[in-house]
Nanobody, 113 residues
């Protein structure tokens, strides 16, 4: 059974940092695209960051320079390092893989002012 499990969310003060983890089982993350999104306020999820099959990365303009997505193939985990967090980053964050075929359950990030 393929599963993605997010972790690392929680409550952090403005300016602080969190590292989100997306741990996969039943599928190998190596050379698979993985995307972090957040629920947002609209009808569609908001892209946060993604890493391609060839480890190219892309970020939303709002997080460039502050967030870093990375892959640990040995641990079969994709991370999202989030630095200098602001209250408007408060949201429910999800990882998905293989073009949205696999989804995690989400992890809540709350940034206090």
């Amino acid at each position: 059974q393929v599963q993605l499990v997010e972790s690392g969310g929680g409550l952090v003060q403005s300016g602080g940092s969190l590292r989100l983890s997306c741990k996969a089982s039943g599928v190998r993350f190596r050379n698979f695209p993985v995307t972090w999104v957040r629920q947002g306020r609209g009808k569609e999820f908001d892209l946060v960051a993604r890493i391609s099959y060839n480890d190219e990365t892309d970020y939303a303009d709002s997080v460039k320079g502050r967030f870093v997505i990375s892959r640990d193939s040995v641990e079969n985990t994709v991370y999202l390092q989030m630095n200098n967090l602001k209250p408007n980053a408060t949201d429910l964050y999800f990882c998905n893989a293989y073009g949205g075929t696999y989804w995690g359950q989400g992890t809540q990030v709350t940034v206090s002012s």
